[in-house]
């Protein structure tokens, strides 16, 4: 099959959270699998300062547009697939986050932005570019990519597919801005774009595409409820038989420490004595106190309320008292992000705090890590909980979402059996969330049942191939 993957973000690119990885990963895997796929992203100045090979394939006139679209051509890495992407100065030629200004507030021009990727894909999709190459499938990501369903809803010969990895991001604009874009007025309608007299970029994908898919089956079943639907909970109820959860997968030739660049030693799960040795290299780079008998603490990702960043603040002071070395790196909040950065002046040595984006350190901490801690609010599928048990490091997370679907809870009977993967938390507190952390650190001390914890981890299958094949088949199930 031919497929146009069209989303905001890509790894290694540009790359903001965990859907760059997805939108990197799931192509390269669907390409390996024998498919011709064409990943669309938009041509950030970041992202072109990583290019050392591109071509101009096409040059396209919009009539809105003083100047012409260029598409640009860039390998995808390891297979014959090609990266596309959609240069427009004016739109994408800034530098900072693709869509925060460095105040950290969106850009005001984010719903043109984006619109004109859509209108893009929509060239590509009708093959008015004159490239040859015109898709069976469109797999669109995220808001960001919610209106090109909408634009080719008369097209019948084309799959289209739109995967929600957040729900709570909708790109939401005034009823102005449907206006400047110059869409057909039927699409101002319950059953069009219209939410709450405004323009709804996520619900363009929703109404419009043949299927609807989340990124973990739970998280599915989570968004038609009040509590996570963000107000859509309704339409994805009515849509519920076109809507499908199927679990990221991790792409082992990125994350695999017995091959990682990025670490300071190699292990697997047949020689593990590599992991310590990471673990106590790294304490030493991070300042912090502690020693083999003592496990390590990490986390990384947005610091962002949804992460539940401030439940893991609040623990932080008591947790620190009682000697439990942590490692933390992330962006997001400046609020949580001064907070934790104080509670790493008060406790010198027990906390090494890194606000920002580093892609080597994030390996390094899977790496050194005994016990990672996600105790997010709600978590659509989630990464690091995989990253970390590849990695031999045993995941704290809350119940929900794709943590749920992919963490094997440390009760007495899996313990028992030796399937038990990390531990998870129900109630969301920060008394809930110390007291699985004790838990934790209470079987750090067995070594035989921590030994049988990591290496439960280490043999779970998270690749590409199976989620690939899975996305495939809702595909040709749906195939025109």
């Not at 496990?295 to 439940?311: E, M, N, S, Y």
């Not at 992330?330 to 906390?351: F, S, V």
């Amino acid at each position: 099959m031919r497929i146009l993957h069209v989303a905001s973000e890509a790894y290694p690119l540009i790359k903001t959270g965990g859907l760059a990885d997805v939108c990197a990963s799931l192509p390269r895997a669907q390409a390996r699998l024998g498919h011709d796929v064409r990943l669309l992203i938009p041509a950030y100045r970041a992202a072109i300062d990583q290019l050392q090979a591109r071509k101009t394939i096409a040059e396209i006139r919009l009539p809105e547009l003083a100047d012409s679209v260029r598409i640009l051509e860039t390998g995808m890495r390891d297979t014959a697939s090609k990266v596309w992407l959609v240069d427009y100065g004016p739109a994408f030629d800034r530098d900072g986050n693709p869509y925060l200004d460095d105040t950290g507030m969106p850009w005001d021009d984010n719903a043109e932005r984006f619109f004109l990727l859509c209108r893009i894909a929509v060239t590509i999709i009708h093959d008015e570019n004159s490239l040859g190459w015109r898709p069976h499938v469109v797999h669109c990501h995220d808001w960001q990519a919610g209106m090109v369903a909408p634009l080719i809803d008369d097209d019948q010969d084309i799959v289209k597919i739109f995967t929600i990895h957040n729900l709570s991001y909708q790109g939401i604009f005034p009823r102005s801005t449907f206006t400047s874009l110059g869409l057909k007025e039927e699409l101002w309608a319950m059953d069009g774009v219209e939410y709450l007299d405004q323009m709804s970029f996520i619900k363009g994908g929703i109404v419009f595409s043949d299927w609807i898919t989340t990124v973990s089956p739970t998280y599915a079943r989570e968004i038609q409820t009040s509590d996570l639907g963000c107000g859509l909970e309704g339409l994805l109820q009515h849509r519920s038989d076109r809507l499908v959860g199927i679990l990221n997968g991790i792409d082992y030739d990125e994350w695999n420490p017995n091959t990682d660049p990025f670490i300071d030693f190699h292990y697997s799960a047949d020689a593990l004595e590599g992991k310590l040795r990471n673990k106590m290299a790294c304490m030493e780079r991070w300042s912090l106190q502690g020693d083999d008998k003592t496990p390590l603490f990490a986390f990384v990702g947005r610091l962002v309320d949804q992460k539940g960043i401030d439940l893991l603040a609040a623990a932080l002071p008591e947790l620190l008292t009682q000697g439990y070395p942590f490692v933390v790196l992330g962006k997001g909040d400046p609020l949580l992000e001064r907070e934790l950065q104080a509670i790493a002046r008060a406790h010198p040595g027990r906390i090494h705090v890194q606000v920002g984006y580093d892609e080597k350190m994030s390996h390094q901490i899977e790496a050194a890590a005994d016990i990672f801690v996600m105790p997010s609010r709600f978590e659509p599928c989630g990464l690091n909980q995989m990253y970390s048990m590849h990695y031999g490091t045993v995941p704290i997370v809350s119940q929900t979402g794709g943590l749920a679907d992919s963490v094997v809870p440390a009760t007495p009977r899996n313990l028992a059996t030796k399937t038990a993967t990390g531990f998870t938390f129900t109630r969301f507190t920060a008394d809930a969330l110390i007291k699985t952390i004790h838990q934790g650190a209470k079987l750090f001390a067995d070594v035989q049942s921590w030994r049988a914890l990591i290496l439960a981890g280490m043999s779970r299958d998270f690749s590409w191939h199976q989620s690939a094949g899975a996305y495939l088949e809702l595909y040709q199930a749906n195939s025109k």
